[in-house]
């Protein structure tokens, strides 16, 4: 069965700062994996996702993770945050065998500061 | 034009009674899902559906029902509600069954913030 972990609930940072939100995962079996954001009283919609060939991924909104197999990690990135960036960040990863399933992270909070 | 839409956005109701969340897509997908958004905003899937055939049956009370009349809806029925049911209920539709397949995307819909007293 897979897991995933973040780390961080909360991550506060200045605007134009660089933030990374970690994501961690475990499995068995090579896995899919995927960056969604939830902005407030929306649902949740995808930022980038990885499922084979390079390892750096790009997503839309100007973030990027690099997916770790040594590490199990995924961590998101953006080098310069903006206001509009603040939201909840879900990592969530799927199976090639159970694929039509996501199982998500609790969640990283990003709050940018002006 | 919303693909996923959802309603009621806000639900709140007794202990005890019977409520639907209803949901529709307009991507032409073949797979619909419901997850549920706890307190401490985990998400987690209860049900998935392909083609109007159910695919996923998480470990949910039998109180908790999906029908789909068609590719395009899957509905929530929640009988004998309980404090416990209170969250945030997302449907969620994709064009596969795999999230493996490139063009392979979950959209989700705004959710119901179902609140019993």
């Known amino acids: 069965a897979q897991s995933v972990t973040q780390l961080d609930s909360q991550v506060p940072v200045f605007e134009e700062a660089p933030v990374e939100l970690r994501c961690n995962y475990s499995?068995?079996?090579?896995?899919?994996l995927f960056w969604y954001v939830q902005y407030p009283n929306q649902g949740l919609q995808l930022l980038l996702k990885?499922?084979?060939?390079?390892?750096l991924v790009k997503g839309i909104n100007g973030f990027e993770a690099e997916f770790n197999k040594s590490q199990t990690s995924f961590h998101l990135r953006k080098p310069s945050v903006h206001i509009s960036d603040t939201a909840e960040y879900f990592c969530?990863?799927?199976?090639?065998?159970?694929?039509?399933?996501?199982?998500f992270g609790t969640g990283t909070r990003l709050t940018v500061i002006p | 034009d919303t693909a996923v839409s959802q309603t009621p956005k806000y639900l709140v109701t007794q202990m005890g009674n019977d409520k639907s969340i209803k949901c529709e897509q307009n991507?032409?997908?073949?797979?619909m899902y419901w997850y549920k958004q706890d307190s401490k905003k985990f998400l987690k899937i209860m049900f998935s559906?392909?083609?109007?055939?159910?695919?996923i049956n998480e470990t949910v009370p039998n109180r908790f029902s999906p029908k789909s009349p068609d590719k395009a809806h899957l509905n929530l029925h929640i009988n004998s509600l309980e404090l416990g049911d209170s969250a945030v209920y997302f449907c969620?539709?994709?064009?596969?069954?795999?999230?493996?397949?490139?063009?392979?995307?979950?959209?989700f819909g705004q959710g119901t913030r179902l609140t019993v007293v």
């Open positions: 969620a539709s994709s064009s596969h069954q795999s999230f493996g397949t490139e063009n392979t995307e979950a959209f």
């Open positions: 499995s068995s079996v090579s896995v899919y």
């Open positions: 990885y499922l084979s060939g390079s390892t």
């Open positions: 969530a990863v799927s199976d090639p065998f159970g694929a039509n399933n996501l199982f």
């Open positions: 991507l032409g997908h073949d797979t």
């Open positions: 559906y392909n083609n109007k055939e159910l695919i």
